[in-house]
């Protein structure tokens, strides 16, 4: 293995793609290098040679007038009196030559002083020097070789660049990334402790083989990184390269697929011969699923160019040699549609799987992150991390840009707290989207929302307590009402998942029970724990249909799966899942219904409460149900001024309109 102190002094590989051949570029250019030699060697005068004249002719043709320019200079052989005169006539005055009529002439002799005399007076000629063999060559010479210099680097440049385009697209699109630019180490990676424990035995053997080589043991050929969106999988490659200190090249699978056969197996071969080039080097291939699918799959046997590409890289896995230094890491998300070849030891010897941060991960994730950012000193960011449950590093990354986005917007000098809580609830449920709506459906809404807070508040054992209540629509909803776990959850029991669909249904009952009528606002709330109780019925066993899997359908063909799988369930087995499915949510329902009619002042001190302030947070909820009404102030969120202008104009707006909040009489129960 090379000294890791010539490794900087290594060249790196040029991988800069060729010039595009330019067609019009090309056709511009040949029509200028066809008028300048049209202008050079077709211009008028070259078409015929010079009319031959002696010297006498020449004088009385000046003496007349009929000359308008001329030349004389010494022919060179070193005569003091012999010249050659060179010249054009005027238009009314041709002569005849060899090739037709001209103006142009030529004389050579001797000439006398009294001619040089008359050539003299008619003003017409000029002297110059005797021209030398080296000047005479030069003149003649050099067009040509300006011209030959033209037509290649104009024709045959473009040509070879044509030509290097052609051969290049079977050329690996791998880039290099520079190790003194952008350089990640392990320090800048959080939230996934045992994955980078995985991978810091690639830097040891990257840096040091003969520690694993003289025990008999081998490097892991492939590296492959599992694991949800965002979770940092090619951060935690460009870390390895970053603490090795080794060449790191970055291509995605998309890269190897094109429309042309064997294109995707040439840049295959390239990709390795580049990484044998440059070992020790690490090699990542991003969204590897998108060339290692499984094959023959899919209509018509599955793809035949990718299939090929697929082909090539797995040889070329195999037939890597460790002693080489180069790793390859590739990353993906659906690892269950990649080739059973792809995985087998060999060639991604080591899987590892990068998962969601736990709450210790996501409080380093955001301390990596905040190191540039300005936070105020009351910013918790072990709170934080309590309240973002499920959320992936790059999500928590974004978390914090946006807060201090807002906090920028609002004329602050750091981020405070409120900012970054309003941007969570800006990333997870959308942005707030202030719209006027009349008093009936506001009403609706405030009865809706405080239903599910109602029944969540009352069921809830402290693990998932009601976070916020609002009225103001965001994202695609209405209203929502939000709620955090109070630590990481990582097994759903059956009681609480009732309590889910139960907590679902709390927003439809509260709309009969106020309004005497239901509306389309509970579409998702029925969707939602639909899906629920069928995957309590089909797939965790919590029904009367036993632990049996009954989930097992049709998968799509498209998606690298075979067409001749099917549903294994029978017409009465269906039955009974959709009357199972039908018995949880019915069931669920009356003790929703329960639950709001036990509570029913608090459920219209809670509406209210949502009319007058909009968005209440969840200690308020359950003040209300403790002492029946909100103890603690209710504090209304922070604004810049473009904000509180649009708040302005809004309550102008609501001044202005029919009725009143105030004056909206008390609903009174209506049978259930």
């Keep these: 293995m090379p000294d890791p102190d010539n490794n900087k002094k290594r060249r790196p590989l040029k991988n800069m793609p060729p010039d595009r051949f330019q067609p019009k570029m090309l056709v511009i250019w040949l029509v200028i290098v066809l008028v300048t030699i049209s202008v050079l060697f077709f211009a008028p005068g070259r078409l015929t040679s010079p009319a031959t004249l002696k010297i006498q002719d020449v004088v009385e043709l000046a003496e007349q007038g009929k000359v308008r320019e001329g030349v004389i200079r010494p022919d060179g052989s070193g005569g003091r009196d012999w010249v050659v005169i060179t010249g054009e006539t005027t238009k009314d005055r041709s002569l005849e030559s060899d090739r037709g009529v001209t103006n142009q002439f030529r004389a050579a002799g001797r000439l006398t002083d009294s001619n040089s005399e008359r050539l003299q007076k008619s003003k017409a000629f000029t002297e110059q020097p005797a021209t030398t063999l080296l000047s005479t060559i030069a003149v003649q010479v050099i067009p040509f070789l300006l011209i030959i210099g033209l037509l290649y680097f104009l024709f045959i440049r473009q040509l070879r660049q044509a030509g290097k385009g052609a051969l290049s697209f079977g050329k690996s699109r791998a880039k290099l990334l520079t190790r003194d630019r952008d350089k990640i180490t392990f320090a800048d990676v959080a939230g996934c402790d045992e994955a980078k424990e995985e991978v810091s035995e690639v830097v040891e053997f990257l840096k040091d083989p003969k520690k694993f080589t003289k025990m008999g043991g081998k490097i892991p050929k492939g590296i492959l990184m599992v694991g949800p969106p965002g979770t940092g999988k090619t951060l935690l490659a460009k870390a390895v390269a970053g603490e090795a200190d080794v060449p790191f090249f970055s291509i995605s699978g998309s890269d190897f697929v094109e429309m042309f056969v064997g294109v995707g197996a040439s840049r295959v071969r390239d990709m390795f011969e580049q ?75 080591r899987q590892i799987y990068v998962d969601l941060p736990d709450l210790v991960g996501r409080e380093q994730i955001l301390r990596v992150h905040a190191r540039k950012i300005s936070l105020a000193e009351n910013v918790d960011l072990a709170s934080i991390a309590r309240g973002t449950p499920g959320l992936s590093g790059a999500e928590l990354a974004n978390l914090l840009n946006e807060s201090a986005l807002l906090a920028a917007r609002r004329d602050k000098k750091k981020v405070e707290m409120v900012d970054i809580g309003d941007a969570r609830d800006k990333v997870l449920w959308g942005r707030e989207r202030r719209r006027v709506m009349d008093d009936s459906e506001k009403r609706l809404i405030a009865w809706h929302e405080a239903g599910h807070a109602v029944v969540q508040a009352v069921l809830d054992d402290g693990t998932v307590p009601v976070h916020k209540v609002t009225i103001i629509p965001r994202g695609q909803s209405l209203g929502s009402t939000t709620y955090f776990p109070t630590k990481d959850i990582l097994t759903r029991p059956k009681k609480k998942l009732l309590d889910e669909i139960a907590m679902a249904m709390g927003g439809r009952i509260a709309e009969e029970l106020v309004t005497g009528d239901i509306s389309n606002g509970a579409y998702g709330d029925i969707k939602h724990a639909t899906r629920v109780a069928r995957s309590m019925v089909c797939d965790y066993g919590m029904s009367d249909l036993g632990p049996v899997a009954l989930g097992e359908n049709q998968d799509t063909v498209f998606l690298g799966r075979d067409i001749t799988r099917s549903t294994h369930l029978s017409e009465d087995t269906a039955r009974r899942i959709d009357a199972a499915v039908s018995e949880i949510i019915s069931t669920q329902y009356k003790r929703s219904q329960q639950v709001i009619t036990e509570h029913r002042s608090a459920l219209d001190r809670i509406a209210m409460a949502l009319l007058e302030h909009e968005t209440i947070e969840g200690k308020h909820v359950l003040e209300i149900l403790k002492h029946g009404e909100i103890q603690s102030p209710v504090v209304r969120e922070a604004m810049g001024k473009s904000d509180a202008k649009a708040m302005a104009k809004r309550a102008s707006e609501k001044a202005a309109s029919a009725g009143s909040i105030d004056g909206l009489p008390t609903p009174t129960p209506s049978p259930a």
């Design 275 to 349: 990484g044998r080039k440059s070992a020790p080097c690490i090699i990542f291939i991003d969204e590897i699923d998108a060339v290692g699918r499984q094959r023959g799959a899919g209509l018509g046997g599955g793809n035949d160019e990718r299939e090929q590409t697929l082909n090539s890289l797995l040889v070329e896995m195999d037939g890597f040699d460790t002693t080489e230094g180069v790793i390859i890491i590739a990353a993906t998300n659906r690892q269950d549609v990649l080739d059973s070849a792809l995985l087998r030891p060999g060639r991604f010897d």
